[in-house]
């Protein structure tokens, strides 16, 4: 952005810009060039500025990242922000940012910063970073119209944000600038956390301030009113004060002026180069100074590239009085060639050293140097490569500027453009480095090459890398020599794979890739196109083959003998070319040519029928179908012994050979070709059996049907024992004594089939008995009889009880009886008398049969039955064969025989006695012709009443106290009364009582008629 914003200005300019030539990269040098050798680490040591480390991690969408700005909290996190563009020397499109807590060691994914106007096609440019007291990062970046000017809505201004982790950035705060292009911002932050920015505009000077983190700005200010401004950059000291600087292209100097009241008021402008004029520039190496204060001394250092000398050196002026005066200008790059040295940086560490960096090119590409003051400028330490690979002189613009910062530590940190790779990206250095080990990349045989993180060069490679650190070796494989031999890799040192990651430990290490050597070797075989084969190491290959063997490795070729082409031709191996035998070893201590050559037999078969017959060829006998190898136009005799025996209950007859020759003749092979021998079979029936009178054993011709026989149905053993003929097994079939036929076509044996049976006899005293009969071994058989019970006569039977013997159980049907041997089962019965109950009245409760001798009772369900409306019967004893009162139980009856009880039973009636007054006795059941006495009361009080009895009513109708009622029935009674005197139902007692209370009520009147007249 600093570039593009200088470009509008050289259109106004020009005719300043013109005076800017001898700062060009084609410059011719003035001095003699003097290289500067790369600091190489030694193994395990602390180098300063080793290794450079990349931040940038790719993700960014766009190819190019520069001008980083960096800041270092009081906790040692450190903070980097950059441009993000597409071109080397485009403006900016974004800002990115990351951090590290391990020191610059490792980083943080990368990211975009936001926008106040994002998603509207707006640009970001020229970052910077700053530190507030409270140790929060701000980062200010400007926002600006793509098309290079102001209009909206992304207008030109400044964006802010901050954080304290560099995850979150939190809102972005904004400043619009004054209606130019706002350009090249600088902030700041003073004791008390007023946060100030400068920037130019349109090339004028503009400043202001923020209260609030930069939620709310002062107005913009121009200090001084001035113009042809670049590169401004303000700095708050330790005690408040201000200090601002730029370069003035106007002129051609460096320019400060600064404000001890917060901004208020500003000092005068005062030059800063000590040689009026001696700070030129053209795009895009401009003199843009840098600036820092000492946070002890207050002492201030202004830097810049300065054209004194013919060509941009960089230079330094310091002061101690706030920047009223300042020192003599001091060299501090310390080349003495007449190379370009410009776009320095610099930073003051807690112990008052003064740090600078700076793009230099002395070693004819760009490359980042460093130096250091110990007096306040004064003097410089000699010059130390920071950057460990070159940015292509080519580029002529690695961005505007980059950082270096002190720690809290006191160690030196720097950020840089570095364009080591294919574009642009943002490297990081700290001196002291970090602990390095050096490992070496080798390879056995030595002198092959080795790639190392992607680049390939001879082994052995030795590197110096950061202990910790992951790094990938590779190599390649094969590697030819010549046509017939090459190298390739067996294995890493380290037992890593052929491309691996390695992390570096804390001492020197070697890490070697062994490689084997291989000579080519071919085998081949002949004749070709046939389909033959060789083995190699049990490998088969049909044609010539190509191999690359192990140096000194033993390997395994073979010519398999015979090889079929078809059923009757096929090639047997003749030999090796290099006269091995058919199957042996070689060793590739050189390439190899091996050739195997075979030659051709054809096929004589001979085989007989049915197969398994012997025969011989040429004297030698076979038993079964061989196929014999010749070559063509030879003599052979074959032959067959006419009668052969072969398994056993078979037998063979020779009928003929397929040619029509004899048992034994010769043939003359002339080609392929087939005989036969011919043979009958006769088979052999074996007809056995466990008893006597088996026949049909013999020899039959194949395919004969025959039948095998037995002469016994049954075979008597032991008393109740027999064996009985089940049927034909084996190769037999059939339950007939005569088998089923049987097809004799191999040997054949039929078995009769006899089981053994045993006879269960059943016995039973009364009634009929079954099961009976003979069984097979093993199986279960069941005695039984008809009934449970048998009558013998009236009132008594015979009941059947349990089995007993060999059978057991209480069912009619015996458990199951296992026939293992003769069984015999026997029904076991008692003898049971019946009990007769005769009543006219209830339900007998205990009639039945009952065991002979045992003792049984008569019993009814009830001793009381009622038989109508005030009838009912009563038991009233037992008679015939039982004794006795009670209807529930008679006198125990001996069952000795047939035995019958006969029930008596009484009537009687319900007399009902009813009387309105008092109660009279006689209400109750009466025996049949029962005379029952009622005696009624002359008199009676009721209600407090006399009445008087005046007869009876019902079925019994007399005026009679005392009267006989004859129980023929159910009968009711009813007693009637009638009241007696004046005061008609009143008894005497109340009649009494009444007079007595009349009585008292006249005495008490009497005595209130005295008293009256006396008072008179």
Not at 780 to 790: C, E, I, K, L, T
Request: aromatic letters at 10%.
């Amino acid at each position: 952005m600093r570039g593009f914003s200088y470009v509008l200005v050289v259109l106004v300019l020009a005719s300043v810009i013109a005076i800017s030539g001898p700062w060009s990269a084609t410059a011719a040098p003035s001095r003699s060039a003097s290289a500067v050798p790369i600091v190489q680490p030694r193994p395990n040591s602390i180098t300063p500025f080793f290794p450079n480390i990349k931040i940038t991690d790719g993700t960014s969408p766009f190819d190019y990242q520069v001008e980083p700005t960096m800041v270092v909290n009081h906790s040692g996190t450190v903070f980097v922000g950059w441009k993000e563009t597409n071109g080397p020397d485009a403006a900016g499109y974004r800002v990115g940012s990351s951090y590290s807590t391990d020191q610059g060691l490792t980083w943080a994914p990368n990211i975009l910063m936001n926008q106040t106007h994002p998603n509207q096609n707006c640009r970001d440019s020229d970052p910077w970073m700053a530190l507030d007291p409270n140790d929060r990062v701000h980062y200010a970046y400007l926002e600006y119209d793509p098309n290079g000017g102001s209009s909206p809505p992304c207008s030109s201004g400044l964006d802010v944000s901050n954080t304290t982790n560099g995850q979150d950035w939190g809102n972005v705060h904004y400043i619009v600038g004054q209606g130019g292009l706002v350009d090249k911002d600088s902030i700041a932050f003073d004791s008390a956390g007023r946060l100030y920015a400068t920037w130019d505009e349109g090339n004028i000077l503009a400043v202001t301030w923020s209260d609030d983190g930069g939620a709310t700005w002062a107005p913009v200010i121009n200090p001084g009113s001035q113009s042809a401004v670049l590169g401004a950059v303000i700095v708050a000291a330790p005690d408040g004060t201000v200090y601002l600087t730029w370069w003035d292209f106007g002129t051609n100097n460096i320019k400060f002026e600064s404000s001890a009241d917060r901004g208020q008021t500003w000092s005068a402008i005062v030059r800063v180069n000590d040689l009026a004029g001696s700070a030129p520039g053209g795009f895009p190496q401009y003199p843009l100074p840098a600036m820092n204060v000492d946070p002890n001394s207050g002492a201030i250092y202004i830097s810049w590239a300065d054209g004194r000398n013919g060509n941009p050196d960089i230079y330094l002026a310091s002061s101690t009085d706030g920047g009223k005066t300042w020192a003599a200008n001091q060299r501090i790059n310390d080349n003495t060639d007449s190379s370009m040295q410009y776009m320095v940086d610099l930073a003051v560490d807690g112990t008052g050293k003064v740090h600078a960096a700076w793009e230099d090119k002395r070693l004819g590409n760009w490359n980042i140097f460093y130096s250091n003051s110990t007096d306040g400028g004064q003097t410089w330490s000699p010059n130390v490569r920071v950057s460990d690979q070159d940015t292509p002189g080519t580029f002529d613009r690695p961005g505007d500027y980059f950082a270096i910062e002190a720690g809290p530590d006191n160690k030196t940190y720097v950020v840089w453009t570095d364009g080591r790779g294919t574009n642009f990206d943002i490297y990081y250095a700290r001196s002291p480095g970090f602990p390095t080990s050096t490992v070496t990349v080798t390879t056995n045989p030595a002198g092959l090459p080795v790639t190392v993180d992607g680049v390939t060069s001879t082994g052995p490679v030795a590197t110096a890398w950061i202990v910790g650190s992951s790094h990938t070796v590779s190599v390649a494989s094969p590697i030819p020599l010549g046509t017939t031999a090459r190298y390739v890799w067996s294995n890493w040192s380290d037992g890593g794979t052929i491309s691996h990651s390695i992390v570096v430990g804390v001492d020197d290490a070697t890490i070697t890739a062994s490689f084997t050597k291989q000579y080519q070797s071919s085998v081949s075989l002949g004749p070709v196109g046939l389909g033959l084969s060789v083995l190699v190491d049990s490998v088969p290959y049909t044609a010539t083959a190509s191999f690359w063997w192990d140096d000194g490795s033993v390997h395994q070729v073979e010519a398999p003998t015979p090889q079929n082409l078809s059923t009757d031709v096929r090639y047997i191996w003749f030999s090796w070319s290099d006269g091995g035998s058919a199957a042996h070893s070689v060793s590739a201590t050189a390439a190899l040519v091996l050739t195997a050559t075979f030659t051709e037999q054809e096929a004589m078969r001979v085989s007989t029928t049915p197969s398994g017959a012997t025969f011989a060829v040429d004297g030698t006998s076979y038993s079964s179908a061989t196929a014999f190898w010749f070559a063509r136009d030879s003599y052979h005799t074959i032959s067959v012994a006419t009668q052969q025996s072969s398994t056993p209950g078979t037998r063979y007859q020779f009928q003929q050979w397929s040619d029509g020759g004899a048992a034994a003749h010769v043939v003359h092979f002339t080609a392929a070709v087939s005989f036969e021998a011919t043979f009958s079979a006769e088979y052999y029936l074996n007809v056995t059996s466990p008893v006597s009178g088996a026949g049909g054993s013999g020899w039959y011709p194949a395919g004969a049907t025959v039948n095998a026989a037995v002469s016994n149905q049954y075979f008597a053993q032991n008393p109740g024992e027999r064996l009985a003929f089940q049927g034909w097994s084996g190769d037999a079939t059939g339950t007939s004594l005569t088998s089923d036929p049987i097809l004799m076509d191999g040997p054949k044996t039929a078995i009769a089939q006899y089981g053994t049976q045993f006879y269960l006899d059943v016995s039973s005293a009364y009634g009929s008995v079954s099961g009976a009969g003979w069984y097979d071994q093993g199986t279960s058989a069941h005695a039984g009889v008809a009934s449970q019970q048998v009558a013998v006569s009236p009132g008594t039977q015979e009941l059947f009880v349990v089995w007993s013997g060999d059978a057991t159980g209480t069912g009619v049907t015996s458990n199951g009886i296992v026939m293992d041997r003769p069984k015999v089962a026997t029904a076991q019965w008692r003898t049971e008398y019946s009990l007769t109950i005769q009543t006219p009245y209830g339900t007998a409760t205990t009639a039945g049969w009952y065991q002979a001798g045992s003792f049984a009772t008569a019993s009814l369900n009830a001793s009381v039955i009622g038989t109508g409306a005030g009838e009912r019967v009563v038991f009233k004893g037992w008679t015939g064969d039982a004794a006795g009162y009670a209807a529930l139980g008679s006198s125990p009856i001996l069952m000795s025989g047939p035995r019958t009880a006969h029930a008596e039973w009484s009537k009687e009636y319900f007399l009902q006695v009813i009387t309105d007054v008092g109660t009279i006795g006689g209400s109750g059941w009466y025996r049949e012709g029962t005379s029952v006495e009622l005696t009624a009361p002359a008199e009676a009080t009721s209600g407090g009443q006399t009445v008087r009895f005046s007869g009876w009513s019902g079925d019994v109708t007399s005026s009679d106290l005392v009267v006989t009622v004859t129980m023929t029935g159910p009968k009711e009674v009813k007693a009637t009364w009638t009241t007696t005197g004046a005061l008609g139902g009143l008894s005497g007692t109340l009649i009494g009582l009444i007079l007595l209370i009349v009585g008292i009520a006249l005495v008490v009147g009497l005595f209130v008629a005295r008293r009256r007249g006396r008072r008179e």
